[in-house]
Every structure is written in C-alpha cells, then in structure tokens.
C-alpha cells in the first residue's frame, strides 16, 4: 500500500483560499510598514548560534532547531527576527549617526512542547526603529501596531503596555540571586498572586519592596494605574520609567490612538533583552497575543553597535485565526478564469488567453480530454 506523507508535528501546509487570503492580510500589513517610511530587509532563515545564544537573552535553547554546516559550526533556525535584523543592521548600517527604519516578513521556527498545541513555524512580519531611544517612537510603534490591526480588519482590540525597567529597577536594589530573580519575573509574569507573596516572604524582603513585588500582578488598568506605580516606590529610575509612560501615552493621544491601549506591570517577557517599554495586542477569538513587541536598548551592544532600538512582531497566523473566528473575511486573490481548448483551436486559445493576461486577468490553460 502506497503511503501518504503528511507533515510533521507543529507545522501545516496552508492553501486555496486561506493561503490567498494569507497573502492579501500580508499586502495590507506591509502597505502600513511602507507608509511609515520602513524599508524591507531580508535575513538568513538559519544563523549562528551565537546570534541568538543566552548571552543575547533570546528563547531557551533547548527550544531553537539546532544542526552542523560542513566546518561544524552550530547553526540554529531563527527563532526571533530581532537579533537577525540587529545582526545585519550592525553590519551593513551606522545606527549611531542615523535612524535605520527596517521592515520584514518570513517564518520562525521555535521547539515547542507538544503538548502546547502551539504552530512551531510561524510567519511574522515586523519592524525595528534602531538608533531611536525617544519617547516618539515608542508611540510611533504603538500607533503603528494599532493602524495594522485596524487595516487587517480588527474593530474590537486591545494593546497592553508594560514597563520592564520599572520592575528591574526595584529587582536591582534586593540583591536577590539570578535564580530566585527568574522565578519572580516568571511569577509575576502569570500572575500569580499567592505564589509571588510566597517568594518575597522566603527572601526576606523589606515590606516596601515585597509589597511593590505582591501587588505587579494585580496592576493592570486604563491610565489610572500609573498614579498607583509612582505612589507605590520612590526608586528613581522606576519612577522615571512611569514619566516614560505617561509621556508616551500623552503622544498618543495626538495620533489619536489612546483608547486601545491599558497598561500592565506584570507583562515581563521571557525575550531578556527588553529594556522599557514593552507591550501585546490581544482580541477575542485566540488567546495568543496578535503582535508583540517593545524596546532592546542593550542588544546592539552584543553585534558591536551599541544603539537604542524598539520593534515589533506580528504573529500572522494568530492574527488570521482571531480574524477567521471574528467572522471578518479577507479578499481573496481575483478569480482563475479557465479556458479550455481542443488541440486544433490551440493558437486561438493562447492569444486569447494573452489578450486577457494584458488587461490583468488571471488565466489558466486547460486542454480538452479527447473521447
């Protein structure tokens, strides 16, 4: 008995209508990115290990498809753009004297656990701001982030806003070990009250600090909640981290934009190499966040550049299944008009077929089965 091939765990083949479908949510993406003035960028869909190992704070390696070249150099499928496209804007760009506005498209590959039920390739499309570190282009990303979802269709959606520096900030000043400092970014990050209250009593904290620690999880709102994050420490650079938002937010209000966007302390990504801002636009229909983004201040620095940078990345596929599930539907690509033919009206049937290539018209050639 013949066998049939099918795909692997955690990756699927899409086609017909939603791969046309996929394809014109794309053009309108990428319309955004242009308009903004973003320029593509193509990367390697494999790199060194070395761009995307621990020291750059990019995922676990245990979660990258690592394998061997010829001369036995490690070599990983990229599991993030963002180093890629820091890598090459190193490279090829002088982000120290200049603004680089870079945009991309392509597939990720990332090990999950199977039993995540998450994509293991997925396609993202995003930017990178780099030589940037101004509050506008905090805001331009989010205003940004809000026109994509707009122009795929979205009506009801929202864009959570955190603040890592505000946590790292507290963190820096109780000394606690690299270990116990992960597991309380892992908790907070889950919000997990109880568990959180558990770790800080275990450490030892002073109660101005733990209560800070205990009440993340919890701080997440509208506006309002930036007058509860100052009044609840006097660390400066915290303190400063807040101005930072409310200067943002007061930016966006000029893009018009304000109303889509809450904030939330607790939004501590595993990607380590955040450094302010950071943020996630979330809508019904799939639980998994439609774009992620936020600002890497420190990155560069591993490729030899140092420069302030802020980006984001939008999960297609997630954004496709919200937009399936929302029962908003997509153009598809204009219809195949089919020609068929007998071998005698060949020539009649490829001029024909011609003429209406040259008004725009999608044409396919089909010879009649003879009887």
Do not use: W
């Not at 290539?357 to 999608?362: D, E, M």
């Amino acid at each position: 008995m013949q066998r049939i091939f099918h795909t692997p765990e955690g990756v699927r083949d899409i086609y017909n209508g939603e791969c046309s479908q996929k394809r014109n949510l794309q053009k309108k993406l990428h319309h955004v990115f242009h308009q903004y003035g973003y320029q593509d960028i193509e990367t390697p869909t494999f790199e060194y290990f070395e761009v995307f190992s621990r020291e750059v704070g990019t995922i676990p390696s245990r979660e990258l498809y690592k394998f061997f070249d010829r001369e036995g150099n490690t070599l990983v499928l990229r599991p993030d753009f963002t180093p890629s496209v820091s890598r090459a804007c190193a490279t090829y760009f002088s982000p120290e004297s200049e603004v680089v506005s870079l945009c991309y498209t392509g597939n990720t590959f990332i090990n999950n656990s199977s039993f995540r039920g998450r994509l293991k390739e997925t396609t993202q499309m995003g930017v990178e701001r780099i030589g940037d570190d101004s509050p506008e282009a905090d805001a331009e990303l989010l205003a940004m982030t809000v026109e994509c979802l707009l122009a795929a269709g979205l009506k009801d959606f929202q864009v959570s806003v955190g603040q890592v520096d505000y946590f790292k900030s507290i963190l820096a000043q109780t000394g606690m070990d690299a270990d116990s400092q992960e597991q309380l970014r892992a908790l907070i990050s889950q919000k997990n009250y109880f568990g959180v209250e558990e770790l800080v009593q275990e450490q030892k904290l002073d109660d101005s600090t733990a209560k800070v620690f205990s009440q993340l999880p919890q701080m997440f709102g509208s506006v309002e909640i930036l007058e509860k994050a100052k009044s609840m420490t006097d660390n400066k650079n915290a303190l400063a981290a807040v101005a930072r938002l409310e200067e943002i937010y007061e930016i966006l209000k000029d893009y018009g934009y304000e109303k889509y966007v809450t904030f939330d302390f607790a939004m501590l990504s595993k990607y380590h190499y955040y450094t302010g801002i950071i943020f996630q636009a979330f809508t019904y229909g799939t639980g998994e966040p439609l774009i992620k983004g936020g600002r890497y201040n420190e990155l560069m620095k591993h490729f030899g550049k140092p420069a302030a940078s802020i980006g984001f990345a939008i999960v297609v596929d997630n954004l496709l299944l919200a937009l399936s599930r929302q029962k908003i539907s997509l153009p598809e690509e204009d219809e195949v008009i089919v020609l068929f033919y007998k071998k005698e009206d060949r020539a009649q049937a490829i001029a024909r077929a011609k003429e209406l290539r040259t008004q725009g018209k999608k044409v396919a050639l089909r010879l009649e089965k003879e009887d």
